[in-house]
C-alpha cells in the first residue's frame, strides 16, 4: 500500500508520527518553561531533559515538584481528567472516521 508521497505504509507511519510527536514535545517543553517562569519557581532539576526522554514521566514530575501541598493533587487529578478527555475525543473520532468510511 502506498501512502505520503509513494512512500510506504510504514515510512507514512513514521512520518505521521513525528508530525505528531515533535510538536507535543517541543509545547511541553515551552509549557514547563512558561509555568516556572510565571510561578516564578525554578524549573525542577531533570524535568526538562525527562521530556524528550520519557514525557509521561515528565509531567507528573514537573506538576508535583512545583506545586504546593494540596495542589499537587489536584493538578494530577486534572492531568488524569485531561488525559481521559483526549483519550475518549480520540476514541470518539476513529470510530465516527470508521462510520464515516463505510
Known amino acids: 500500500m502506498v501512502g505520503l508521497a509513494g512512500s510506504s505504509a510504514y515510512e507514512s507511519e513514521l512520518a505521521f508520527g513525528a508530525i505528531v510527536v515533535v510538536p507535543l514535545y517541543v509545547l511541553t517543553y515551552l509549557w514547563m518553561k512558561a509555568d516556572s517562569r510565571e510561578r516564578s519557581t525554578p524549573t525542577p532539576p531533570g524535568a526538562l531533559p525527562l521530556v524528550v526522554v520519557l514525557l509521561p514521566i515528565a509531567v507528573p514530575y514537573y506538576l508535583v515538584a512545583t506545586r504546593r501541598s494540596w495542589r499537587k493533587a489536584t ?28
Do not use: H, R
Open 75 to 102: 493538578a494530577l487529578v486534572w492531568l488524569v481528567g485531561f488525559i481521559a478527555v483526549v483519550l475518549a475525543l480520540s476514541s470518539f473520532a476513529t470510530e465516527a472516521g470508521t462510520w464515516l468510511a463505510t
